[in-house]
Nanobody, 115 residues
Framework: QVQLVESGGGLVQAGGSLRLSCAASRSIFSINPMGWYRQAPGKQRELVARIFTSGNTYYANSVKGRATISRDNTKNTVYLQMNSLKPDDTAVYYC?????????WGQGTQVTVSS
């Protein structure tokens, strides 16, 4: 099973940007697609973006136009660039396959956006 370690979160003001990283313990070339998820306090975890090895992407309406997902298969890493951050983006962000493997959830990285 793959281990996933997320990083790059932090406290930012509304309108700011963050780049999240997800490092995998093994090759992600065959993991298709990879996704970024988030879970806000009191809410269910939701998929915000996914990316196939082909480069095809999907974005949830809530982040469309503000987020860019990318993957570097040579580094076994998936990224999520978030711009124009809003307080509603406050959540713990995770990466995983889409659909997710139950046992592959990492600790996530906290993103807090202040108004």
């Amino acid at each position: 099973q793959v281990q996933l370690v997320e990083s790059g979160g932090g406290l930012v003001q509304a309108g700011g940007s963050l780049r999240l990283s997800c490092a995998a313990s093994r090759s992600i070339f065959s993991i298709n697609p990879m996704g970024w998820y988030r879970q806000a306090p009191g809410k269910q975890r939701e998929l915000v973006a996914r990316i196939f090895t082909s480069g095809n992407t999907y974005y949830a309406n809530s982040v469309k136009g503000r987020a860019t997902i990318s993957r570097d298969n040579t580094k076994n890493t998936v990224y999520l660039q978030m711009n124009s951050l809003k307080p509603d983006d406050t959540a713990v962000y995770y990466c995983n396959r889409d659909p997710p493997w139950r046992d592959a959830w990492g600790q996530g990285t906290q993103v807090t956006v202040s108004s």
